[in-house]
């Protein structure tokens, strides 16, 4: 650690204000007129020792008189009560007069992340710094900055995203503004500026804390600074260009395929299915001339080429023994180890290191190595390279195989891959990758190489855990992702603070691994789904909507409930429910007037038609609503229960049919196809209305079944479609 009058030497260096301070060994080097150079009636006295980290909480820092007896007394009374700590002596310093309001006290810091590199953090500081980042809505008490991944271009807009940081640049009520953005930006950057030349060879963690602002500008009241041991980690690097190989092989090897239906056998099962050809499958299977119209041979070194992609199937015990033998004879190109155990299990680490060897050896010279993809992975389906290699049953999973959607679901764990796949019925992706352990190719390798492929419009993440400096391999491929105009959704499990539980700092055990994740990856244009279920509905979002505009945050909307316009009120989040325009209002108000209802209800947005209004009204008023110049996105609503509108299926006691052309989801499904704008609809009813649901969503309109849910979801779609515009900061005015 560095000594506190180091540390404020560094930051004198870096041009951020820090109090006057004079340094003693002991209370016997207090000259008499030594006090007279500092501002002011009080002074502060700390103790100094890399041993105390907070030293507030243990009395190390007292506030008094500027008089020489007393303050001599108090560096005699702090003597005594730290003689058994190694202590290199004692600081006096300006008293700095602040306020202790909220708002008053930031915390600035960097620090070495394993996952992203240094980053730096902009937070609520003082004592309460932890309490208020736990308490505080995620995402709006703390800004995190990259100096790779973050444009300086967007540090103003990142910080004013930030609950903490708005509260400190605007004015509220009467009571100025404590600090520009322009000039918070500037602290910013020196942190940034710092971090990329230091951390993390020289500094792994950095805070400021407090950083107080004063009528004369900010002021460094306390720092804690970490030093390196000399060493900058290196990211691994894989040939990617291989996955080629892996995604569209020619031909494909594999092993452990059984008789009997073992997953080895399931596997092969479903890569002929697809419809790859069996004269290009080759089995490892001692003792057999052919399996399933599939040609065998007795090893991997007899197989008559090398392959595309060779598939592992086996117990996990001879998992290295076949990798060895895979790299020794250059067999294949590219392999998915399915079996997890390897590193994993006690007993296991001299295997895996012998691996891991062999793979270095083979990444050392002009072929390379395979790349790899596992161990303990489901397998990989892929549509344009016509095989799948998982073991599920494709009858499991997909309910109807339909058209290629452009979406690549990359996912760490294979069960969550298949379950996603099974939710996602009505979508067929381009790719369906488990990653498994990780062992070699990794979730960032997978989004690296992707990210080129012009047919994939959506990708969809779901990680446990980064390898060393992968996160910021992914956060680069996603960036440029998004800056193109397509859609990144992750889903980051592994949220505990247990990363940060070995750090010194406020910084780390305030931004924890999912904070940082999830605040950089927001910056690069990322959707973060918070939940399982909102993962689903975003990447549904994403395939359906992908093609329709997003330009800002100006929202109409249409129920046939009351309680729904309430819910839309209240839920608004960074929407904003803007007036008609005329022209609109005249179209709006002949439809209230054909329906009889224009002396119950009036114009307004949102858009109440009652339960009165049948499907034709319903569908017009929905269309005339959504094609307003006023309007930047959509929701409508239905509560499906009465009998003006044609909401349910075939069925005894009734004669509705929502198959109908004139039923109300046959004219909504159309709607879908002539507005451009990005909308969703709701049907808010029980089981009765499942098959109107599922019937919109077969014609791509993204339905859900509760109003506050629809809009919380589609806020966060919205959000990532226009960060790259930088529309996800300010809400738009009331149109004049």
């Given at each position: 650690?560095?000594?506190?009058?180091?540390?404020?030497?560094?930051?004198?260096?870096?041009?951020?204000?820090?109090?006057?301070?004079?340094?003693?060994?002991?209370?016997?080097?207090?000259?008499?007129?030594?006090?007279?150079?500092?501002?002011?009636?009080?002074?502060?006295?700390?103790?100094?020792?890399?041993?105390?980290?907070?030293?507030?909480?243990?009395?190390?820092?007292?506030?008094?008189?500027?008089?020489?007896?007393?303050?001599?007394?108090?560096?005699?009374?702090?003597?005594?009560?730290?003689?058994?700590?190694?202590?290199?002596?004692?600081?006096?310093?300006?008293?700095?007069?602040?306020?202790?309001?909220?708002?008053?006290?930031?915390?600035?810091?960097?620090?070495?992340?394993?996952?992203?590199?240094?980053?730096?953090?902009?937070?609520?500081?003082?004592?309460?710094?932890?309490?208020?980042?736990?308490n505080l809505k995620p995402g709006s008490a703390l800004a995190v900055f990259s100096p790779e991944l973050t444009p300086d271009d967007l540090i103003e807009s990142v910080l004013a995203g930030d609950a903490i940081t708005r509260l400190v640049t605007q004015h509220i009520r009467h009571r100025e503004a404590r600090i520009s953005p322009e000039l918070l930006g500037d602290l910013v950057r020196k942190f940034l500026a710092v971090a990329s030349a230091t951390v993390p060879h020289d500094i792994v963690e950095f805070e400021v804390n407090p950083l107080v602002l004063t009528t004369r500008g900010p002021v460094a009241l306390d720092v804690l600074v970490k030093l390196g041991d000399g060493r900058t980690p290196a990211p691994g690097e894989r040939p990617i260009h291989k996955i080629r190989h892996l995604l569209e092989p020619r031909t494909i090897g594999l092993i452990g395929v059984s008789q009997s239906r073992n997953p080895g056998r399931i596997?092969?099962?479903?890569?002929?299915?697809?419809?790859?050809?069996?004269?290009?499958?080759?089995?490892?299977?001692?003792?057999?001339?052919?399996?399933?119209?599939?040609?065998?041979?007795?090893?991997?070194?007899?197989?008559?080429?090398?392959?595309?992609?060779?598939?592992?199937?086996?117990?996990?015990?001879?998992?290295?023994?076949?990798?060895?033998?895979?790299?020794?004879?250059?067999?294949a190109e590219s392999m998915i180890v399915v079996p997890g155990g390897l590193g994993e299990r006690s007993g296991t680490e001299a295997l895996e290191q012998g691996v891991r060897f062999a793979i270095a050896e083979a990444r050392a010279s002009s072929w390379q190595g395979p790349v790899i993809s596992g161990g303990n992975c489901l397998g990989i389906r892929s549509v344009?390279?016509?095989?799948?290699?998982?073991?599920?049953?494709?009858?499991?999973?997909?309910?109807q195989p339909g058209r290629a959607t452009p979406l690549a679901v990359i996912s760490q764990s294979g069960a969550f891959a298949a379950a996603r796949a099974s939710r996602l019925a009505n979508l067929n992706p381009r790719y369906l990758i488990s990653v498994g352990n990780q062992s070699d190719l990794t979730v960032g390798d997978y989004l690296s190489y992707l990210k080129d492929d012009p047919e994939i419009e959506i990708f969809a993440c779901y990680v446990e855990g980064f390898r060393p400096l992968d996160g910021r391999r992914w956060l680069s491929a996603a960036a440029e992702i998004t800056a193109s105009g397509r859609s990144v959704i992750l889903y980051r499990?592994?949220?505990?603070?247990?990363?940060?539980?070995?750090?010194?700092s406020h910084t780390a055990s305030i931004a924890g691994d999912y904070s940082v994740t999830r605040e950089l990856a927001q910056t690069a244009g990322v959707v973060v789904a918070d939940t399982l279920a909102d993962f689903d509905d975003v990447t549904l979002l994403a395939c359906y909507l992908n093609s329709c505009s997003v330009s800002g945050w100006r929202l109409g909307a249409v129920s046939n409930a009351g309680f729904e316009r309430v819910a839309i009120a209240d839920t608004l989040g960074r929407f904003y429910v803007p007036s008609f325009t005329q022209a609109t209002e005249r179209k709006l108000d002949g439809v209230l007037r054909t329906a009889g209802i224009d002396s119950v209800v009036g114009v307004q947005n949102p858009l109440d038609l009652t339960p009165i209004t049948g499907d034709?009204?319903?569908?017009?008023?929905?269309?005339?609503?959504?094609?307003?110049?006023?309007?930047?996105?959509?929701?409508?609503?239905?509560?499906?229960?009465t009998e003006a509108l044609n909401t349910l299926g075939p069925g005894q006691g009734?004669?509705?049919?929502?198959?109908?052309?004139?039923?109300?989801?046959?004219?909504?499904?159309?709607?879908?196809?002539?507005?451009?704008?990005?909308?969703?609809?709701v049907v808010d009813g029980g089981t009765l209305y499942d098959a109107m649901a599922?019937?919109?969503?077969?014609?791509?309109?993204?339905?859900?079944?509760?109003?506050?849910?629809?809009?919380?979801?589609?806020?966060?779609?919205?959000?990532?479609?226009?960060?790259?515009e930088g529309k996800q900061i300010s809400m738009p005015e009331e149109p004049s």
């Open positions: 650690m560095l000594l506190d009058p180091e540390g404020f030497q560094l930051l004198d260096a870096m041009s951020i204000p820090v109090p006057r301070q004079q340094f003693l060994h002991s209370a016997a080097d207090l000259e008499p007129g030594q006090l007279a150079t500092f501002p002011g009636d009080r002074v502060v006295v700390k103790v100094v020792t890399e041993r105390i980290l907070h030293k507030t909480d243990v009395g190390g820092v007292l506030a008094v008189p500027k008089e020489h007896a007393v303050v001599a007394a108090a560096v005699q009374s702090m003597e005594r009560n730290f003689a058994s700590q190694e202590v290199s002596g004692f600081t006096i310093n300006e008293y700095v007069h602040h306020d202790i309001a909220l708002g008053s006290q930031l915390l600035l810091g960097m620090r070495w992340t394993d996952d992203f590199g240094p980053i730096v953090t902009l937070g609520p500081g003082g004592i309460h710094a932890e309490f208020l980042a736990e596997i092969l099962e479903n890569i002929l299915q697809e419809g790859f050809s069996p004269d290009r499958v080759f089995l490892v299977k001692p003792g057999a001339d052919s399996t399933a119209g599939v040609m065998c041979y007795p090893s991997i070194t007899s197989l008559p080429t090398t392959v595309d992609l060779f598939v592992v199937s086996v117990a996990a015990a001879r998992v290295p023994e076949i990798l060895q033998e895979v790299i020794g004879s250059q067999k344009p390279g016509r095989y799948n290699a998982t073991f599920i049953p494709e009858y499991k999973i997909r309910n499990a592994g949220r505990t603070a247990a990363g940060a539980a070995a750090t010194a034709a009204l319903f569908a017009e008023a929905a269309r005339v609503v959504l094609e307003d110049d006023n309007v930047d996105v959509g929701v409508v609503g239905c509560v499906p229960m009734h004669h509705e049919s929502l198959h109908d052309e004139s039923s109300i989801v046959s004219q909504i499904a159309r709607l879908r196809q002539v507005t451009s704008k990005a909308w969703v609809a599922a019937e919109l969503q077969r014609h791509e309109v993204p339905t859900f079944r509760t109003m506050d849910r629809a809009l919380r979801v589609f806020e966060n779609y919205c959000r990532g479609r226009l960060r790259h």
